[in-house]
């Protein structure tokens, strides 16, 4: 059980390590300042897959991140299969709406913030992948039972969502970001 709880912290370590090497070196005064969200697609259990979320705070040039556990789809790998395949790789504007038990799409009602990723092409440009969000199951309060899967967007439990919330608006006081979405 150690040696478990060992080898998942070191694989958590190691990739951060590289995702951050990949984003390059620490802010700087003239680096954007604007968050930017990374999910990394677990393909072996698409229900606990990571996102990060990468953060300067103000009048501070460190960059940060948190990581949080996230599903896409409901179990399966292909990112062409509407509201149940992961969300397709590539890169998305993220729009964060926070307006608490409003609809937020045709189809479906999303309680309590999330964060609009809009529409995205799948591989082969086969289909689009419409009304996609970053969103957890209702607003605080209501009870959370730990199911990470969701139509086709990238689901986070209630308590990751408010941690993400507020780095977000600590951090920002923005309503706008990127997503970065890799196998």
Not at 21 to 26: H, I, K, V, W, Y
Not at 79 to 108: A, E, S
Not at 118 to 127: E, I, S, T
Not at 145 to 166: E, M, P, V
């Amino acid at each position: 059980m150690l040696i478990r709880r060992l080898g998942r912290g070191l694989v958590a370590v190691l990739f951060g390590l590289i995702v951050t090497s990949l984003f390059g070196p620490a802010a700087s005064a003239d680096t954007p300042r604007h968050p930017h969200l990374v999910f990394v697609k677990n393909m072996a259990n698409p229900l606990d897959s990571r996102l990060y979320l990468y953060y300067s705070k103000p009048n501070d040039p460190q960059r940060y991140y948190i990581v949080m556990r996230a599903g896409s789809g409901v179990g399966s790998t292909d990112d062409c299969q509407r509201n149940r395949g992961f969300l397709p790789d590539g890169t998305y504007p993220v729009r964060q709406w926070n307006v608490p038990g409003t609809p937020h799409t045709t189809k479906t009602t999303l309680g309590g913030p999330v964060w609009y990723l809009g529409n995205h092409l799948c591989h082969g440009n086969l289909n689009s992948r419409t009304e996609l969000f970053i969103h957890s199951n209702g607003v605080r309060g209501t009870r959370w039972n730990g199911n990470y899967a969701t139509d086709g967007c990238i689901k986070i439990s209630q308590a990751d969502r408010d941690r993400l919330l507020a780095r977000w608006r600590i951090a920002y006081d923005t309503v706008h970001a990127d997503l970065l979405v890799r196998s």
